[in-house]
């Protein structure tokens, strides 16, 4: 299991790194659009016609990848009711949590491949951009399989605590991962 972990660890770093880029650019996208705008608006007295659905469009992506982000970084929202003092026991509470997420997160998924076979079967697109409504829902399934994807890691590292392996040390290197097993 561990050598599993260290796998996904990685591939979630890989993922991790294209992330921050995507946005990195995203951000500067929106500030320069929305710039733009303004400038346009209160200086030329004409506003973009297609910087608003722009606008909108990059706030969901970014939403969609930042939700990943809070899952990786374990500061997305949650209520900590119960908290123990046993590591055992907390893995164990963290494991249903996560299950549960899971369990939404999967019913989330199926719903946006729902909706994008719906969007190709009947397509719509942004008046001032002409963009398929399919290209942005596009990225429901996608974002929330990101946040499916930190959340196994998440269960898997648990899993390890409950099974009394150390997984702090183990996902740095394969050399690290053999010596944590012997």
């Known amino acids: 299991m561990l050598k599993l972990l260290v796998r996904l660890k990685k591939a979630d770093n890989f993922l991790y790194s294209i992330q921050k880029i995507l946005i990195l650019f995203g951000v500067i996208a929106m500030v320069i659009i929305n710039g733009a705008q303004v400038f346009c608006r ?5 506003s973009l016609a297609w910087s608003e659905q722009v606008s909108v469009l990059l706030f969901f992506i970014l939403i969609m ?5 809070a899952v990786k970084t374990d ?3 949650k209520v900590d009711i119960l908290k123990f003092k046993n590591k055992r026991t907390n893995s164990a509470l963290h494991i ?7 369990v ?4 989330f998924i199926v719903s946006g491949f729902a909706l994008l076979k719906h969007a190709r079967k009947f397509p719509q697109f942004l008046s001032s951009i002409r963009l398929n409504y399919f290209y942005i829902y596009l990225w429901l399934p996608m974002g929330f399989g990101l946040v499916l994807f ?3 890691i998440n269960v898997l590292e648990n899993t390890c605590v409950l099974m009394g392996i150390d997984t702090s040390t183990s996902c740095n290197s394969e050399k690290e ?6």
């Open 75 to 77: 500061s997305e929202t």
């Open 150 to 152: 930190d959340k196994v």
């Open 42 to 46: 209160y200086v030329l007295h004409s």
């Open 104 to 107: 939404a997160l999967v019913v």
């Open 177 to 182: 991962m053999e010596q944590a097993q012997s």
């Open 65 to 69: 990848l930042g939700a990943n982000l």
């Open 96 to 102: 249903l949590t996560d299950a549960l997420s899971i």
